[in-house]
C-alpha cells in the first residue's frame, strides 16, 4: 500500500507565472485535504473534497487558486499569477471517510521569484 | 474551533521518556485531540489519537485527564530519530480539518 503522493516536490517559479501540484492520495480514501504551510508554522487548511465534490473553502484560497478533483481519485491545486507571498509548503492529506486519520504527503515546496 | 497550546520547545535526552504536554481547555465534548509530528522539510507523520481513555500504540502513549481539558502525549524511549515539531490538535468541524498550532519543537540530545 502506497502513502499519498505529491508531484513534483519542488517547484521554482517567476511571479506571474501559473502553477499546477498534483496529489494522489491513498487508494480508495475518499476524502482529500489541501494545507499550506509556511516557514515556521503549522501547516493551515486550505480545502477538502469528498470524493469529486468540494466541500469546504478557506478564506486563504484567494480567487487566484483552483481545486479540483475530476474523478475523485488525484486532486490538483493550481495556483495563477503567482506571487512571492504563495511560497510556501503545500502539503495534502487524505482519509476514509469523516473523522477518520488524516495520512499526510511529503509536500510540495514552492518557491515564487 | 478548540485551541491548543503548547510548549514552544523541549528538550529530552536519549533513552528517556519525552512528555510532551498539551492545553484544549475549550474543547467539545465529541472532538478527538489528535497527535502529529513533523521532521524536518518532510510532510506531518500521525501518532495517535483519543477522545477520552488514555491510548497506546507501537509509537507513543496519550493520556487524557478526566476533564478533557489538557493531555500529554508519551514517547517512552526517546531516539535522536524523534526529533521533530509536535502538534496536538482538536480536529474540529463536520469537515474534520485540522487546525495545527505553532507545535512543540522537541530536541532529542545524546
Known amino acids: 500500500d502506497t502513502g499519498v503522493s505529491q508531484d513534483p516536490r519542488h517547484k521554482i517559479t517567476k511571479r506571474g507565472q501559473n502553477v499546477t501540484f498534483r496529489c494522489d492520495p491513498i487508494?480508495?480514501?475518499?476524502?482529500l485535504y489541501w494545507y499550506r504551510q509556511t516557514l515556521g508554522q503549522g501547516p493551515e487548511f486550505l480545502t477538502y473534497f469528498q470524493n469529486e465534490a468540494q466541500l469546504e473553502k478557506s478564506r486563504l484560497l484567494s480567487d487566484r487558486f483552483s481545486a479540483e478533483r475530476p474523478k475523485g481519485s488525484f486532486s490538483t491545486l493550481e495556483i495563477q499569477r503567482t506571487e512571492q507571498g504563495d511560497s510556501a509548503m503545500y502539503l495534502c492529506?487524505?482519509?476514509w471517510g469523516l473523522g477518520e486519520t488524516q495520512y499526510f504527503g511529503p509536500g510540495t515546496r514552492l518557491l515564487v521569484l | 474551533d478548540a485551541k491548543t497550546t503548547q510548549p514552544t520547545s523541549m528538550d529530552c535526552a536519549e533513552g528517556r521518556a519525552a512528555n510532551l504536554p498539551c492545553n484544549h481547555s475549550?474543547?467539545?465534548?465529541?472532538?478527538?485531540v489528535y497527535w502529529y509530528r513533523q521532521i524536518h522539510s518532510q510532510g506531518p507523520q500521525y501518532i495517535i489519537h483519543g477522545l477520552k481513555n488514555n491510548e497506546t500504540n507501537e509509537m507513543a502513549s496519550l493520556i487524557i485527564t478526566e476533564d478533557r481539558k489538557s493531555s500529554t502525549l508519551i514517547l517512552p524511549h526517546a531516539t535522536l530519530r524523534d526529533t521533530a515539531v509536535y502538534y496536538c490538535i482538536v480536529r474540529a468541524g463536520p469537515g474534520g480539518k485540522l487546525i495545527f498550532g505553532q507545535g512543540t519543537e522537541l530536541s532529542v540530545k545524546p
Open positions: 475549550t474543547i467539545s465534548g465529541n472532538e478527538y
Open positions: 492529506a487524505s482519509s
Open positions: 487508494s480508495e480514501h475518499n476524502r
